[in-house]
């Protein structure tokens, strides 16, 4: 079974940085790609990055272009997400998730990690 554990969120002021982290387990993610979603309050969840985990492709969503930054370890089985320049916006649950690269559906998700950044 994938079990996926986001960690790294908190309160941060606007302007402020925070990297959050997804360590994978029950499988390695050779073949897959990993990416990173958030959920703003009353909102509907939204992509943020994506990355191939063997390949390194890396996209971004507009609102987030310039500020985050998508990584991994794959000797870890830990993906990462730096974001910097933080603004209230951003404020949101900040999810993971992987799906195998020749589809188009995340299946496996983390259970979230809050961000909350302060104006």
């Known amino acids: 079974q994938v079990h996926l554990v986001e960690s790294g969120g908190g309160l941060v002021q606007a302007g402020g940085s925070l990297r959050l982290s997804c360590t994978a387990s029950?499988?390695?993610?050779?073949?897959?790609?990993m990416g990173w979603f958030r959920q703003p309050p009353g909102k509907e969840r939204e992509f943020v990055s994506l990355?191939?985990?063997?390949?390194?492709?890396?996209s971004y969503a507009d609102s987030v272009k310039g500020r985050f930054s998508i990584s991994r370890d794959k000797a870890k089985n830990t993906g990462y997400l730096q974001m910097t320049a933080l603004k209230p916006e951003d404020t949101a649950v900040y999810y993971c998730?992987?799906?195998?690269?020749?589809?188009?559906?995340?299946?496996?998700w983390g259970q979230g990690t809050r961000v909350t950044v302060s104006s």
């Open positions: 998730a992987v799906r195998p690269a020749a589809t188009d559906d995340f299946n496996y």
């Open positions: 029950g499988r390695t993610f050779s073949g897959y790609v």
């Open positions: 990355i191939g985990w063997d390949v390194g492709f890396e």
